[in-house]
């Protein structure tokens, strides 16, 4: 008599709450340390003042490191994960603003750059908030 055994690997959601949450924090916190770092190059391609870049850029630091703590602690807070998509389309907001009012002095460098990041802070919220009712639902 033959037996066979199957055996499966276990498989990791790449877009788990967690991950997602860990990515933005990655992303965030990239961002925010090139703001600071380099303001005063950065101020010249994108626009607004270097003071005003250091300061986006702890803000972004901050942020970046209360979305990584969310991110490691089991289980992820639930509440935490709304509040930080609602933290990102809130900034995705903001960056319409600013480019739409024509706030900040953006060069077209910075325009370009601050709708690409408005694109991916909304693609963060989506998929921490989809994140959210999948383990909802789970």
């Keep these: 008599m033959e037996t066979t055994t199957s055996t499966t690997a276990p498989t990791t959601n790449v877009l788990s709450l ?17 703001y600071v770092a380099g303001a005063a190059v950065l101020d010249t391609l994108l626009g607004p003042s270097s003071a005003l870049l250091v300061g986006l ?14 991110g490691t602690r089991r289980p992820v807070s639930r509440l935490g994960v709304g509040l930080i998509a609602d933290g990102n389309i809130a900034w995705a ?7 739409g009012f024509g706030w900040l002095g953006l060069t077209t460098a910075g325009t370009v750059w601050t709708l690409i990041q408005a694109a991916l802070v909304v693609g963060f919220a989506v998929l921490q908030m989809t994140a959210l009712r999948r383990t909802a639902s789970a």
């Design 18 to 34: 967690r991950n997602v949450l860990l990515i933005d924090a990655a992303l965030t916190g990239a961002n925010g340390l090139a």
């Design 57 to 70: 850029g702890v803000f972004m630091l901050a942020y970046a490191s209360v979305a990584a703590v969310l």
């Design 93 to 99: 907001l903001a960056s319409l603003a600013v480019v």
